[in-house]
């Protein structure tokens, strides 16, 4: 399970209209149906088949079209009615439609139905309404959709079959299927749309990124404009397709062809690059849209945010995807491409890196480090302000581009955080994914009512999704390039042992001390090992790790150490150290040219000014090397914890049994009804939503009276605790609010009366719970962040977890190997495994209350916060003794929904 957003059954509320993308790369608007649809609603069902009307209606007549047009356009509570809408300029097209109606109020079910007009079928329109109307469904309370069909529409049952979700079949006498589809979002089904919205992606991107021909508008005839600059570049990099500039005053600008205005360009140009001045880039964007150009890139800056937002409505009305404004630029190369339309300093090298960057700056600093190492940019895009073009759609391009090998990005903001973990997590399974993890530090932690809330910082949600995604997240342009030097020669090392070589002792040791405290080991070699060293560099070497061969050794000597111990398989990668000498010849190329099968070689040259070159091996083509050890170690450490992520288990979403999704919800938009502005949970009540998600609390009882607390204690016949209880209070240790071990009707009375006596008015009930077991106390929690969504934390509990400072951090929905990775990273796995003898803890059964915890957060989109602190493991299991729980309205938003920014 993922965690699909459940709400208890409603009346359907319209949806908001947002734009999407068919598989060729086409913009749809997806939005309810209205009255003044009725016109073209009526066109589309007019230019329908005979056949295809029978197929949706069971009736070939004309009439059961005019009558669904008119039905659409009058609004149902129990109904859901959406169309497909593309433009054409000035006028828009249905080009499909979809229903899905209730069965009966308050009815968790619903039938469903589609048209897709003549002409546009096979471009998934069909499957693009079943997923919003699904969407629409999840909102309203409903579980499963309907669907009931002639036995040879097999266009209806493709796009059932295909759009990811669960379903069934059952046929009936006299050709009629009945389908029923479960709404379940797991994670097999995410896994589709993300298919789907790749290569949608992808294609919109085409003309972007590998146009038909090019128009630069605003090119100015003088040197040193901006136009001027990009239009320059195109012709020095070679662009050999369709090139024109726009210039009111110009025929002709460089040697190229220049229109004057926008409607007298040649109909080839699939990319405008617009170099105008803020106030006349609506215009030319407008003029763009009515001559057909596929794609915009926008230099222009600043552009006002009134602007940015006329300017991204144009792009959806004509279909245009846009890069900026406020941007660099793009640029790709390839076999039979080579465009620069960026106004850098200088062209940057073609070659295998994807790279996208916000800021300008970054952007030509990143493409100069790679033209210089030899690696280039594939394809590369300066995003600026964002209007439309994200870091989501560029992943999409290079998941599926074929010459992209590593990925390179700068983002300072995420638009769907969500929804790139999980994008970047699919690219990175098979190419490298690389990022500056810009925007680490914290104004200042929040004030909050938890802990767990308290301890989140922009750094860690960050720091989590890299983590989560694969993403590899350095902390400067220089080790983002560093980096990226080392995993584009493929290197992927096994574990983290590392073998030390170097022909000067003291770098030897420096190198080693690099290693250690960049989180890698320099193991003891084996005798055997050793004796073979020695015998090949002579008694004077000192062949333990770190190896030092001693000056007088050359690079024949040193190729040979290097192969000989990543033969032996006791280390899983080689850090070569070279200084160079009088006495020796020393090419820059020894540890290229060894031959270590699987096990990398990083060569540091201790005399190198740049932090890292490459240079050409004999077999292994370009490798860096390094200035220093302490840059090649922290290179060598995100090559482990890269191939590390790659070798882990537990990619999926594990399905959580005994959950009750939607109890759960009732529970909340019953308190919701009541403090419509939200708030803390009462512990019964919060007891009870954990419990609807398979989280075993201490038993308790909320008692308001003397009376109350005093039959409460008696039920289960051993020692309770006292907990005073009003909804603000947060620390009840600190201010004397809890009593221990109370046992019989006269110890409970007099604990009632000392609380009662203490705290006075703004007691609101005391809460009578078990005496917990011993165990290792622990604290789970969850911060439901508007953006980045739910973030589990995981620590050592109790009344010290603050002091303790254990806690760890991933983003929701939790894979098996999230869970497993929280609390084995953490502190508190000591405790679980038994420290110094005392008894441990279920370890499993922590990480399947995480995983609840997780799920919870993610259905039950308006629990902003909640904490259990402590809870109790033991080894025959865990249970929650204290937790809060605090909820606020929200608008449910389905982070993976297909739409565009």
Same mark, same amino acid.
């Given at each position: 399970?993922?965690?699909?957003? %459940?709400?208890?059954?409603?009346?359907?509320?319209?949806?908001?209209?947002?734009?999407?993308?068919? %598989?060729?790369?086409?913009?749809?608007?997806?939005?309810?149906?209205?009255?003044?649809?009725?016109?073209?609603?009526?066109?589309?069902?007019?230019?329908?088949?005979?056949?295809?009307?029978?197929?949706?209606?069971?009736?070939?007549?004309?009439?059961?079209?005019?009558?669904?047009?008119?039905?659409?356009?009058?609004?149902?509570?129990?109904?859901?009615?959406?169309?497909?809408?593309?433009?054409?300029?000035?006028?828009?097209?249905i080009?499909?439609?979809?229903e899905?109606?209730?069965?009966?109020?308050?009815?968790?079910?619903?039938?469903?139905?589609?048209?897709?007009a003549?002409?546009?079928?096979?471009?998934?329109?069909?499957?693009?309404?079943?997923?919003?109307?699904?969407?629409?469904?999840?909102?309203?309370?409903?579980?499963?959709?309907?669907?009931?069909?002639?036995?040879?529409?097999?266009?209806?049952?493709?796009?059932?079959?295909?759009?990811?979700?669960?379903?069934?079949?059952?046929?009936?006498?006299?050709?009629?299927?009945?389908?029923?589809?479960?709404?379940?979002?797991?994670?097999?089904?995410?896994?589709?749309?993300?298919?789907?919205?790749?290569?949608?992606?992808?294609?919109?991107l085409?003309?972007?990124?590998? *146009?038909?021909?090019?128009?630069?508008?605003?090119?100015?005839?003088?040197?040193?404009?901006?136009?001027?600059?990009?239009?320059?570049?195109?012709? %020095?990099?070679?662009?050999?397709?369709?090139?024109?500039a726009?210039?009111?005053?110009?025929?002709?600008?460089?040697?190229?062809?220049?229109?004057?205005?926008?409607?007298?360009?040649?109909?080839?140009?699939?990319?405008? !690059? #617009?170099?105008?001045?803020?106030?006349?880039?609506?215009?030319?964007?407008?003029?763009?849209?009515?001559?057909?150009v596929?794609?915009?890139?926008?230099?222009?800056?600043?552009?006002?945010?009134s602007?940015?937002? !006329?300017?991204?409505?144009?792009?959806?009305?004509?279909?245009?995807?846009?890069?900026?404004?406020?941007?660099?630029?793009?640029?790709?190369?390839?076999?039979?491409?080579?465009?620069? +339309?960026?106004?850098?300093?200088?062209?940057?090298?073609?070659?295998?890196?994807?790279?996208?960057?916000?800021?300008?700056?970054?952007?030509?600093?990143?493409?100069?480090?790679?033209?210089?190492?030899?690696?280039?940019?594939?394809?590369?895009?300066?995003?600026g302000?964002?209007?439309?073009?994200?870091?989501?759609?560029l992943?999409?391009?290079?998941?599926? &581009?074929?010459?992209?090998?590593?990925?390179?990005?700068?983002?300072?903001?995420?638009?769907?955080p =969500?929804?790139?973990?999980?994008?970047?997590?699919?690219?990175?399974?098979v190419?490298?994914?690389?990022?500056?993890?810009?925007?680490?530090?914290?104004?200042?932690?929040?004030?909050?009512?938890?802990?767990?809330?308290?301890?989140?910082?922009?750094?860690?949600?960050?720091?989590?999704?890299?983590?989560?995604?694969?993403?590899v997240?350095?902390?400067?342009?220089?080790?983002?390039?560093?980096?990226?030097?080392?995993?584009?020669?493929?290197a992927?090392?096994?574990?983290?042992?590392?073998?030390?070589?170097?022909?000067?002792?003291?770098?030897?040791?420096?190198?080693?001390?690099?290693?250690?405290?960049?989180?890698?080991?320099? *193991?003891?070699?084996s005798?055997?090992?050793?004796?073979?060293?020695?015998?090949?560099?002579?008694?004077?070497?000192?062949?333990?790790?770190?190896?030092?061969?001693?000056?007088?050794a050359?690079?024949?000597?040193?190729?040979?150490?290097?192969?000989?111990?990543?033969?032996?398989?006791?280390?899983?990668?080689?850090?070569?150290?070279?200084?160079? %000498?009088?006495?020796?010849?020393?090419?820059?190329?020894?540890? +290229?040219?060894?031959?270590?099968?699987?096990?990398?070689?990083?060569?540091?040259?201790?005399?190198?000014?740049?932090?890292? &070159?490459?240079?050409?091996?004999?077999?292994?083509?370009?490798?860096?090397?390094?200035? &220093?050890?302490?840059?090649?170690?922290?290179?060598?450490?995100?090559?482990?914890?890269?191939?590390?992520?790659?070798?882990?288990?537990?990619?999926?979403?594990?399905?959580?049994?005994? !959950?009750?999704?939607?109890?759960?919800?009732?529970?909340?938009?019953?308190?919701?009804?009541?403090?419509?502005?939200?708030?803390?949970?009462?512990?019964?009540?919060?007891?009870d939503?954990?419990?609807?998600?398979?989280?075993?609390?201490?038993?308790?009882?909320?008692?308001?009276?003397?009376?109350?607390?005093?039959?409460?204690?008696?039920?289960?016949?051993?020692?309770?605790?006292?907990?005073?209880?009003?909804?603000?209070?947060v620390?009840?240790?600190?201010?004397?609010?809890?009593?221990?071990?109370?046992?019989?009707?006269?110890?409970?009375?007099?604990?009632?009366?000392?609380?009662?006596?203490?705290?006075g008015?703004?007691?609101?009930?005391?809460?009578?719970?078990?005496?917990? *077991?011993?165990?290792?106390? #622990?604290?789970?929690?969850?911060?439901?962040d508007?953006?980045?969504?739910?973030?589990?934390a995981?620590?050592?509990?109790?009344?010290?977890t603050?002091?303790?400072?254990?806690?760890?951090?991933?983003?929701?929905?939790?894979?098996?190997?999230?869970?497993?990775?929280?609390?084995?990273?953490?502190?508190?796995?000591?405790?679980?495994?038994?420290? =110094?003898?005392?008894?441990?803890?279920?370890?499993?059964?922590?990480?399947?209350?995480?995983?609840?915890?997780?799920l919870?957060?993610?259905?039950?989109?308006?629990?902003?916060?909640?904490?259990?602190?402590?809870?109790?493991?033991?080894?025959?299991?865990?249970?929650?003794?204290?937790?809060?729980?605090? !909820?606020?309205?929200?608008?449910?938003? &389905?982070?993976?929904?297909r739409?565009?920014?």
């Amino acid at each position: 399970m993922t965690g699909s957003r %459940t709400a208890a059954p409603q009346a359907v509320t319209a949806t908001a209209a947002v734009h999407a993308l068919l %598989t060729d790369g086409t913009t749809v608007s997806i939005r309810p149906s209205a009255p003044e649809d009725l016109d073209n609603l009526r066109a589309m069902f007019a230019e329908l088949s005979a056949e295809s009307l029978r197929m949706r209606f069971f009736a070939s007549g004309a009439a059961a079209g005019r009558g669904a047009a008119e039905r659409l356009c009058e609004p149902h509570t129990d109904r859901i009615a959406l169309v497909a809408v593309v433009q054409h300029g000035e006028r828009e097209q249905i080009v499909g439609e979809g229903e899905a109606w209730r069965l009966g109020p308050g009815a968790d079910a619903a039938e469903v139905g589609f048209t897709v007009a003549e002409g546009w079928r096979g471009r998934g329109i069909g499957t693009l309404l079943l997923e919003h109307l699904a969407d629409a469904g999840r909102a309203a309370g409903i579980r499963t959709f309907t669907a009931e069909t002639l036995a040879d529409n097999l266009a209806m049952k493709r796009v059932i079959n295909s759009a990811g979700l669960r379903h069934s079949s059952a046929y009936e006498h006299g050709g009629t299927v009945f389908h029923d589809i479960d709404l379940t979002e797991d994670d097999a089904y995410l896994e589709v749309v993300a298919d789907r919205e790749f290569a949608a992606c992808a294609a919109s991107l085409r003309p972007l990124f590998a *146009p038909r021909g090019v128009a630069v508008v605003g090119a100015g005839r003088a040197l040193g404009g901006v136009g001027r600059a990009i239009l320059d570049h195109l012709v %020095t990099a070679g662009f050999d397709r369709p090139l024109f500039a726009v210039n009111p005053r110009a025929d002709e600008i460089a040697g190229v062809p220049c229109a004057r205005s926008v409607d007298l360009l040649p109909h080839q140009v699939d990319l405008a !690059v #617009l170099a105008v001045p803020a106030d006349a880039l609506v215009e030319a964007a407008v003029a763009c849209g009515r001559h057909g150009v596929r794609a915009l890139t926008a230099v222009t800056s600043p552009v006002p945010a009134s602007v940015r937002t !006329v300017l991204k409505a144009v792009c959806r009305r004509y279909g245009m995807r846009l890069v900026g404004p406020n941007c660099l630029g793009v640029a790709a190369f390839g076999a039979d491409l080579a465009m620069d +339309a960026t106004f850098g300093a200088h062209t940057p090298l073609g070659g295998s890196a994807g790279v996208g960057v916000q800021s300008g700056g970054v952007g030509i600093a990143v493409l100069d480090h790679l033209s210089r190492l030899g690696i280039g940019a594939g394809s590369f895009a300066s995003l600026g302000d964002k209007a439309d073009v994200s870091g989501n759609d560029l992943l999409a391009w290079w998941a599926q &581009d074929p010459d992209t090998k590593l990925v390179l990005l700068h983002l300072e903001s995420f638009g769907n955080p =969500r929804k790139f973990a999980r994008y970047a997590r699919r690219v990175a399974r098979v190419k490298p994914v690389l990022t500056v993890a810009a925007g680490r530090s914290a104004a200042g932690s929040r004030a909050a009512a938890s802990h767990t809330s308290a301890s989140v910082t922009p750094g860690i949600t960050r720091e989590a999704l890299y983590r989560q995604a694969g993403v590899v997240a350095t902390r400067s342009v220089a080790e983002l390039v560093e980096t990226a030097a080392l995993l584009d020669t493929g290197a992927r090392p096994a574990g983290r042992r590392v073998a030390v070589v170097s022909n000067g002792g003291g770098t030897g040791v420096l190198a080693a001390d690099s290693c250690v405290e960049a989180g890698l080991s320099v *193991p003891e070699f084996s005798a055997a090992l050793t004796k073979r060293l020695s015998a090949l560099l002579g008694p004077a070497a000192a062949c333990g790790n770190p190896v030092d061969s001693g000056p007088g050794a050359d690079g024949v000597l040193l190729r040979k150490a290097v192969e000989t111990v990543a033969a032996s398989g006791e280390v899983d990668a080689v850090l070569l150290s070279l200084v160079p %000498t009088a006495l020796a010849d020393l090419p820059p190329t020894v540890g +290229a040219d060894a031959r270590t099968p699987g096990v990398p070689t990083v060569t540091v040259l201790v005399d190198q000014a740049a932090s890292v &070159d490459t240079v050409l091996g004999a077999d292994c083509g370009r490798v860096p090397v390094y200035g &220093d050890a302490e840059t090649a170690t922290r290179a060598l450490a995100h090559a482990c914890a890269y191939a590390e992520w790659l070798r882990r288990p537990g990619s999926e979403v594990p399905a959580v049994p005994g !959950v009750r999704s939607h109890d759960a919800a009732r529970l909340l938009s019953v308190f919701l009804a009541a403090h419509p502005e939200g708030g803390w949970l009462p512990p019964d009540r919060a007891a009870d939503l954990l419990a609807c998600y398979g989280i075993r609390c201490a038993r308790m009882v909320l008692a308001d009276s003397e009376q109350t607390a005093v039959a409460a204690a008696s039920l289960w016949g051993s020692p309770v605790v006292l907990k005073a209880y009003w909804p603000e209070l947060v620390h009840k240790s600190d201010v004397g609010g809890v009593l221990l071990g109370l046992s019989g009707a006269e110890a409970v009375r007099a604990g009632w009366r000392s609380l009662k006596q203490r705290f006075g008015e703004q007691l609101a009930g005391v809460v009578v719970q078990e005496l917990a *077991p011993q165990g290792v106390e #622990l604290l789970a929690g969850v911060d439901n962040d508007a953006v980045f969504g739910p973030l589990v934390a995981f620590g050592i509990g109790g009344t010290d977890t603050d002091l303790a400072a254990d806690r760890g951090f991933r983003l929701a929905p939790l894979t098996a190997a999230d869970a497993e990775d929280l609390v084995s990273g953490s502190r508190a796995a000591t405790l679980l495994a038994g420290y =110094r003898g005392r008894p441990g803890g279920d370890a499993a059964a922590v990480r399947d209350v995480l995983s609840r915890l997780a799920l919870l957060a993610a259905e039950q989109t308006c629990v902003a916060e909640a904490e259990i602190n402590p809870l109790i493991a033991t080894p025959d299991g865990v249970q929650a003794v204290d937790f809060r729980v605090r !909820v606020e309205p929200r608008t449910a938003h &389905d982070p993976y929904l297909r739409r565009l920014r």
